[in-house]
């Protein structure tokens, strides 16, 4: 759990925005790794031509288009949804309830 939901500071559309952005800041290292490597591995595959190439490469294509999808997925997409989720469904009501 991050910090200002710990201590009770989630109070605003601003607060919940700086957690998700500390999230996704997080979460930001690992996933360069992740593609990094995963590129690096499978370009290879992609460039090569010989006995075999043609079925490794049917087999890399999807994996490298996966993988830059996930990439942007985890790192533009999710934030976004979550934030309008957690806001609209869960925090705007309980501001609503606690202001009547």
Do not use: N
């Not at 490469?57 to 490298?64: D, E, G, N, Q, T």
């Not at 288009?65 to 869960?90: C, D, N, R, T």
């Amino acid at each position: 759990m991050s910090r200002p939901r710990k201590k009770g500071g989630l109070k605003s559309l601003a607060d919940l925005q700086g957690v998700i952005r500390y999230g996704a800041v997080r979460r930001l290292r690992p996933k360069f790794m992740t593609v990094g490597t995963t590129f690096v591995g499978l370009v290879p595959i992609m460039w090569s031509v010989g006995a075999g190439s043609d079925v490794m490469k049917r087999i890399a294509a999807p994996l490298v288009g996966g993988i830059f999808s996930s990439f942007f997925l985890e790192l533009l997409v999710y934030p976004a949804v979550y934030q309008i989720w957690k806001w609209h469904f869960e925090l705007k009501s309980r501001f609503r309830v606690k202001q009547l």
